[in-house]
C-alpha cells in the first residue's frame, strides 16, 4: 500500500484548502483511512478518520466544525477539506491507512503512511 498526498499549500487566515491522498493497493476500501500532522518542534497529532465505507468519522476538538473528511472508494482517495484555517494549523500534514476499518486516533492504529504535504496559513 502507498499512499501520495497532495493539496498543501500557504493560504491565509480563514482560507480554505482541500488535501488529497491517492493509495495504491486493492485493500483500500476495506480500510479506515486518517489525517495526522505535525507542527514544527511538536509532535506529531491526530486530525481525523474516517471508517472504511465513510459512515463514521471523528475529529479532533481542534478541528472539529471547520474541517471535514471524506473518501472515494471507487478512486481509493481520502481527502480533508479544511475551512476557517488558523496560523495554528501550519503543519505537515500526513494520510495514513489503518490496519482495520474502523481506527481511532492513535498513531499504532495506522500502519501506512504518506510522505506529508506541508499547509502554511499565515495571519
Known amino acids: 500500500v502507498q499512499l501520495q498526498a497532495s493539496g498543501g499549500g500557504l493560504v491565509q487566515a480563514g482560507g480554505s484548502l482541500r488535501l488529497s491522498c491517492a493509495v495504491s493497493?486493492?485493500?483500500?476500501?476495506?480500510?479506515?483511512m486518517g489525517w495526522f500532522r505535525q507542527a514544527p518542534g511538536k509532535e506529531r497529532e491526530f486530525v481525523a478518520t474516517i471508517s472504511w465505507s465513510g459512515g463514521r468519522t471523528y475529529y479532533a476538538d481542534s478541528v472539529k466544525g471547520r474541517f471535514t473528511i471524506s473518501r472515494d472508494n471507487a478512486k481509493a482517495t481520502v481527502f480533508l477539506q479544511m475551512n476557517s484555517l488558523k496560523p495554528e494549523d501550519t503543519a505537515v500534514y500526513y494520510c495514513?491507512?489503518?490496519?482495520?476499518?474502523?481506527?481511532?486516533?492513535?498513531?499504532?492504529?495506522?500502519?501506512?503512511w504518506g510522505q506529508g504535504t506541508l499547509v502554511t496559513v499565515s495571519s
Open positions: 493497493g486493492r485493500t483500500f476500501s476495506s480500510r479506515a
Open positions: 495514513a491507512a489503518a490496519r482495520t476499518e474502523v481506527a481511532g486516533r492513535m498513531n499504532d492504529e495506522y500502519n501506512y
